[in-house]
């Protein structure tokens, strides 16, 4: 390399970097003083994570991976390392790296990063002003952070404090990347999920000044130029803590917020742990030696120290200095009209993932309510509308009257589309009543609501207090009203089957619930018997487990270990069969305390009205099953329904 660069020759470096945005405009500063300090030595080309950053970056040069006189540089900071010993910012991590792997004198010419907007960029109006209709001064505000490093969060209801203090002076816009935590705040304009990297590099642009924790928004706040430079540089107040020494975080012109010395963990430096309490997502982070263990108020200990009061008084320091104006009453009418634009989100309805699983989880519990005590008696729900199903149910309800079963069934289906009229006429003379789950979930809002979802849905919307739920393709073959007195059931309140086994599938739903994985059987919910007023809350967080069926449904196979989560996690008794299955041809026969068989699911060779049904050796009562779905056929061509549509 040395000698290359004393013959003249150019050398071409490929710098490459999976870190995260922080760190990527670190390295924006490191390349730049390479280029300051040898000028016209190198050709660098940059492949990192957020190639963003680096648009319009005057030292960036496409190289090909593939040319000869090519150095590929894997770029870290070791420095990092030593960040509590020695007194050095993380601008110089990886000017060090590069000086050693290279053999320079790299050395910072500046103490920022160094990140570029195109003249076109800079002449954009801001997004904020295409809400407001005029450019009015702004500060971002991010209330949360990523799911990786946890201690790095706040408390959001101390943020929202402090936007309610500055109510009507300062105007804040809320950021933050779709995926990670950041809890809405009131009186913001809300951007949360809505800035790609380069849109935020416009919006820092045009900031008044930033709020936020240690994270890449402070880095980038320093970053990026004013669009008046000559007022001197930007605003930022960072919520640090003690995780991180200041010195090696802190900028100039910035309040950053630390604690370093003032608790025993951080009286060193910086602690560098990862978490304030485990998410269960099977990241290394989540392991003791990874996390806070002095946490108060919910916080680790270094971020409770720090109190409104001090934000507040940092933030007033820009404007009792004189560096800053706060809003004047047009400005102030014109934020309004950006709130009301933005006061509607997508953000707080993007699914769960295994990061966020838990603190969702945690949050859903402390809404759960007691039974409303509005439900009577005993009584059967079945899901089975449609086309599909509707025939299935039939057999189903027609052998349980032909078993002497006098319990009430609720019959539920989702929308009229599932329910005609002659289905409806068909059905109600068997001591039915037909449910329309899209009528009931006007009253009862649940977020994703489909075929499995339906099941713990019935259940909890039933008219019974005490249900016995069976799948529309179950043929009892003993009347099950003597379930409901059986000592086992009166003892704990619900009863469940077992499935085959257990999957690994769901390994890590039952970790991010912070349970063991359990040595029992799956639940096999072809049927389910279940006290509401004794199981309520366990049966609401089996629904908010289904209405979340876009991510659990991903682990789980469909509602089946949705009901074991909840049980298990609130700790609600039930007790489960013990008598595994016994196998028939596309059958699961399950039985009851005795071990005699009640219950045959057709979980694979389900009833047709056109074609052949299967027979299945060893199914009881297969002849009166075949014979009620010839009566359906006889119904159907009375009434003119195309019994071919039931197939």
């Known amino acids: 390399m040395t000698g290359n660069l004393r013959a003249g020759l150019p050398q ?4 490459t970097c999976n870190l995260s945005p922080g760190d990527i405009i670190m390295l924006t500063a490191a390349l730049r003083d390479l280029h300051l300090c040898y000028p016209h030595k190198f050709i660098t080309g940059v492949k990192t994570s957020c190639m963003g950053i680096w648009e319009n970056n005057p030292y960036v040069t496409p190289i090909s991976v593939s040319d000869s006189r090519v150095t590929v540089v894997h770029c870290h900071y070791p420095l ?4 509590n010993s020695i007194p050095y910012h993380s601008l110089h991590g990886f000017i060090d790296y590069l000086n050693q792997k290279l053999n320079l004198n790299i050395r910072p010419t500046a103490f920022k990063g160094d990140i570029y907007l195109s003249k076109e960029e800079k002449l954009w109006y801001s997004q904020i002003y295409e809400l407001a209709d005029i450019n009015i001064p702004f500060w971002i505000i991010a209330a949360g952070g990523k799911y990786d490093v946890t201690i790095k969060w706040w408390d959001s209801q101390r943020y929202q404090q402090i936007v309610d203090h500055f109510r009507g002076r300062i105007q804040f816009v809320q950021v933050g990347e779709w995926g990670h935590h950041h809890p809405k705040l009131d009186g913001v304009i809300d951007f949360r999920g809505k800035t790609d990297l380069r849109q935020l590099i416009r919006l820092v642009y045009h900031s008044q000044g930033v709020l936020c924790p240690v994270t890449a928004l402070m880095h980038m706040s320093a970053a990026v130029e004013l669009p008046f430079p000559e ?7 960072v919520i640090a803590g003690g995780r991180e020494p200041a010195h ?4 100039p012109s910035h309040q950053f917020i630390h604690t370093n010395g003032a608790l025993p963990c951080c009286n060193q430096g910086g602690c560098w742990k990862n978490r304030s309490f485990a998410l269960g997502d099977g990241d290394r982070r989540d392991r003791i030696e990874h996390r806070c263990n002095n946490i108060s108020n919910n916080l680790p200990r270094c971020m409770d120290l720090i109190s409104v009061d001090e934000v507040v008084w940092r933030i007033e320091s820009y404007f009792k200095g004189g560096a800053l104006n706060y809003l004047n009453g047009i400005e102030i009418h014109h934020a309004q009209k950006a709130i009301q634009a933005t006061r509607r989100n997508p953000f707080d309805r993007q699914p769960l993932n295994l990061h966020n699983v838990r603190h969702a989880l945690t949050a859903s519990i402390a809404t759960l309510t007691a039974s409303l005590n509005n439900f009577h008696g005993n009584g059967i729900v079945i899901c089975g509308g449609g086309n599909k199903y509707f025939h299935q149910a039939w057999v189903c309800i027609h052998m349980l009257r032909y078993l002497k079963c006098a319990l009430p069934i609720e019959l539920w289906y ?3 589309k599932e329910m005609s009229d002659e289905m409806r006429w068909a059905i109600e003379p068997l001591g039915v009543v037909c449910i329309d789950a899209h009528k009931v979930r006007k009253l009862h809002p649940a977020r994703i609501l489909r075929g499995w979802e339906l099941k713990a849905y019935s259940i909890l919307h039933s008219s019974f207090k005490q249900v016995l739920y069976l799948d529309a393709d179950n043929v009892p073959v003993r009347n099950p009203e003597y379930l409901f007195e059986t ?8 009863v469940f089957w077992p499935d085959y086994g257990r999957t690994s599938k769901a390994n890590p739903i039952w970790r991010s619930f912070g349970l063991r994985i359990p040595k029992s059987p799956e639940f096999e919910t072809g049927q389910i018997l279940v006290d509401k007023s004794r199981c309520w809350k366990a049966l609401r967080l089996t629904m908010w487990i289904n209405e979340n069926s876009d991510f659990f449904y991903r682990y789980l196979h469909g509602d089946k270990d949705t009901f074991h989560l909840a049980f298990a996690k609130l700790k609600t008794s039930f007790i489960q069969i013990n008598t595994p299955i016994e196998s028939l041809e596309g059958v699961m026969c399950q039985h009851d305390f005795d071990g005699h068989r009640i219950f045959q699911h057709r979980n694979s060779h389900k009833w047709t009205l056109s074609g052949k049904n299967h027979k299945v050796p060893g199914f009881l009562f297969e002849t009166e099953c075949l014979a009620y779905l010839r009566a359906l056929k006889a119904i159907w061509r009375k009434t003119g329904e195309p019994v071919e549509s039931f197939s």
Do not use: D, M, T
């Open 414 to 416: 989702l929308g009229a």
């Open 231 to 237: 007022k001197g540089s930007r605003p930022c107040v």
């Open 487 to 494: 000592p086992q059931f009166q003892a704990c309140g619900a």
């Open 248 to 251: 090696w975080e802190a900028y």
């Open 80 to 83: 990092i390392n030593q960040s």
């Open 12 to 15: 071409k470096l490929l710098l």
